[in-house]
């Protein structure tokens, strides 16, 4: 078993892994347990339950960046 920083293992405390976060509350805890001293990137995986074969369906953006 590796070993654990203990700025790793303080974040993983408020970390509920059974629970489904909502979208505000998430992002609360990334910045909350954030605990390395660089700035982060954040993946989001989004289902959005569309069928992308059917003309109607198909989903598509974009997002501005700083």
């Known amino acids: 078993m590796p070993k654990r920083g203990k700025r790793y293992i303080e974040a993983a405390k408020k970390i509920d892994r059974l629970k489904k976060y909502t979208f505000n509350e998430a992002i609360e805890l990334a910045v909350d347990t954030s605990y390395v001293k660089f700035d982060t ?15 109607d369906q198909m989903v598509r953006g974009t997002v501005s960046l700083p």
């Open 41 to 55: 990137s954040v993946d989001i995986s989004v289902r959005l339950g569309v069928d992308p074969r059917h003309a």
